[in-house]
Nanobody
């Protein structure tokens, strides 16, 4: 079982940056492919980025490629999402989970609001 706690969201102007963190409990964190997902108001939750167990391979949604960077620190049981050049359409609640996501692992998420 893994528990995930997201943090680092906030209000930022368009063009700005934020760094999200996701702290995981449990000793098996490094055995999971991890991902970031987001849900905007009135929309389905969508995939944002994923990172391999060792951190050597990453994938991104086309909408964020080149602007967002996912990374992880297995010693700290933490996965990060560096978000640059933020746009108003990035406004959403951001969640981390395994990839593919496990139903029981969804946390509360962290709100990101980008003002134009």
């Amino acid at each position: 079982q893994v528990q995930l706690v997201e943090s680092g969201g906030g209000l930022v102007q368009a063009g700005g940056s934020l760094r999200l963190s996701c702290a995981a409990s449990g000793r098996t964190f490094s055995s999971y492919v991890m991902g970031w997902f987001r849900q905007a108001p009135g929309k389905e939750r969508e995939f944002v980025a994923a990172i391999s167990r060792g951190g050597g391979s990453t994938t991104y949604a086309s909408s964020v490629k080149g602007r967002f960077t996912i990374s992880r620190d297995n010693a700290k049981n933490t996965v990060y999402l560096q978000m640059n050049s933020l746009k108003s359409e990035d406004t959403a609640v951001y969640y981390c989970n395994t990839n593919p996501p496990a139903r029981d692992y969804w946390g509360q998420g962290t709100q990101v609001t980008v003002s134009s």
